[in-house]
């Protein structure tokens, strides 16, 4: 699963700069040196990485406990989901405000904030006595990890010039495409040992390891990334999107079709206030806006997708199999070396072929292990078809970014990213919600994978950026 790469903030020290010279001579922007390196950058780049893997394999660490937590808190099929979707939902949902808060108070400040909620709200799931309260914790995580997420990625980019950069966000894309399988990995792990409420308490330490050990190691560069642009906070576009997708949610979960047409109606009033106002979320006139629709839109199936076969599969196994919650973590080890390896593989091929026939056939193959999902046997049917599975999905991220972002000018990259890990979240939440009841053997399961493959089938009405015919011209 890829990380997300939200709206990166401006620091303190690029306004000041700004400041400084209002009209800066060619001369001055010849001349003008880089910022030095930070001297702990590496070690601050470890613990962010921590940080943000933290937040992935919390999407799948559930997975697994699922059985547990309906055992010892007495939820139904709904309420399970619920546990689920409530942390996706609010992280999605707020992932873009995450970016612009970050802009309007500053990237430390708002991973630090973020950092604690995210850890407070841990340590609150874990206490859980009801499944109101692990909901509502699973909610705060959520919001926690929209404000930590797009805070984090700024400071990498901040700390890091030229290739090191390029090396830096390299190890921060790998973080997202192994800790949603090693997540579920986790979960069996501590589920089957001291308890499914250690998958939470697991947080705690390396929350608290990041919240003293970030400030202390930037030091002195804490003061120079405090604040950013003194931008207004667009509060009905921060809020509407939220609204939409949580009444979408329910009425998904619940099977009524009311909170759909409120969805619909929050969707509609944010399309109004968007138009009027002066300070929108994203510019309606946004270069390369179809192709960025298009890639956001493939990556919220494909998140759907795997994040849906992770909590199917989870439950099938243990409740129709039988097996244990560490047998059922084990099982997804293929599938987290499957992941890796298909998103290596697909950034690969990717300069070579160009991302619509990489994506055709990374569907394809993902439509096949999904498929092959669905045949009896633990081992010879839904464990190499989950891997399989996993394979072309980890390649269709790539596929799904590269297609998004491909059209989009560099100053519109960093809000074009978030929209990305938007989709990425709201997928998993949206598809959860709708096929939380469906049989683990239907047939819908490899079609929506073959539905995904389809608009990296049909003829571009321009050439494809990332071809080789292309990218030589």
């Known amino acids: 699963m890829p990380s997300h790469a939200p709206h990166t903030p401006h620091t303190r ?25 930070h001297p702990r950058r590496r070690p601050l780049l470890v613990l962010l990485c921590v940080a943000q893997f933290m937040l992935i394999a919390d999407v799948t660490v559930v997975n697994v406990a699922l059985p547990a937590i309906a055992t010892d808190l007495s939820l139904s099929g709904p309420g399970l989901t619920w546990v689920v979707t409530a942390y996706t939902l609010f992280f999605g949902a707020l992932l873009l405000a995450g970016g ?57 980019t901040t700390l890091f010039q030229g290739p090191a950069r390029n090396r830096a966000l390299g190890a921060w894309a790998a973080i997202g495409g192994t800790g949603a399988a090693l997540g579920v990995l986790l979960g069996g792990i501590l589920t089957d040992g001291p308890g499914w409420r250690w998958i939470f308490y697991l947080n705690l330490p390396v929350g608290v390891l990041a919240l003293l050990g970030v400030p202390l190691l930037l030091g002195r560069a804490l003061r120079g990334t405090a604040a950013g642009r003194r931008t207004p906070v667009n509060i009905p576009a921060t809020l509407l999107p939220t609204l939409a997708a949580a009444a979408l949610v329910y009425g ?60 199917l599969s989870s439950l099938h196994i243990q409740q129709s199999l039988g097996r244990s919650p560490l047998v059922t973590g084990l099982a997804f080890l293929p599938a987290a070396v499957a992941a890796t390896a298909g998103a290596h593989l697909g950034s690969r091929l990717l300069p070579r072929f160009g991302w619509r026939p990489v994506g055709a056939a990374a569907f394809t193959l993902a439509a096949a292990g999904a498929a092959l999902t669905s045949l009896d046997g633990l081992w010879s049917g839904l464990v190499p078809g989950f891997a399989l599975l996993a394979l072309g999905l980890g390649a269709a991220f790539v596929c799904a970014t590269t297609s998004a972002l491909s059209e989009v000018p560099p100053a519109h990259t960093g809000l074009a990213s978030g929209l990305v890990g938007t989709s990425h979240e709201l997928g998993a939440a949206l598809a959860i919600a709708a096929l939380a009841s469906a049989d683990f053997t239907t047939l819908a399961y490899p079609a929506l994978a073959l539905v995904l493959a389809v608009p990296f089938l049909l003829p571009p009405g321009h050439p494809d950026p990332t071809s080789p015919h292309a990218m030589a011209h």
């Open 13 to 37: 020290d690029q306004n000041r700069d700004t400041n400084a010279h209002p009209h800066p001579t060619p001369h001055q922007h010849d001349h003008q040196p880089p910022p030095p390196p």
């Open 100 to 156: 612009r808060l970050a802009d309007r108070f500053g990237a430390v400040r708002t991973f630090l904030t973020g950092l604690a909620l995210f850890t407070a709200a841990s340590a609150a799931s874990g206490l859980a006595a009801d499944s109101a309260t692990l909901i509502a914790a699973r909610s705060a995580q959520g919001v926690g990890a929209a404000l930590l997420s797009p805070a984090a990625l700024s400071l990498v």
């Open 252 to 311: 998904l979960t619940e099977r009524s079709w009311l909170p759909a047409v409120g969805a619909l109606a929050a969707a509609a009033l944010l399309l109004v206030t968007q138009r009027r106002s002066t300070n929108p979320l994203m510019p309606p006139a946004m270069p390369g806006r179809r192709s960025l629709l298009g890639g956001s839109a493939v990556m919220l199936g494909a998140a759907g997708l795997l994040v849906t076969g992770f909590y």
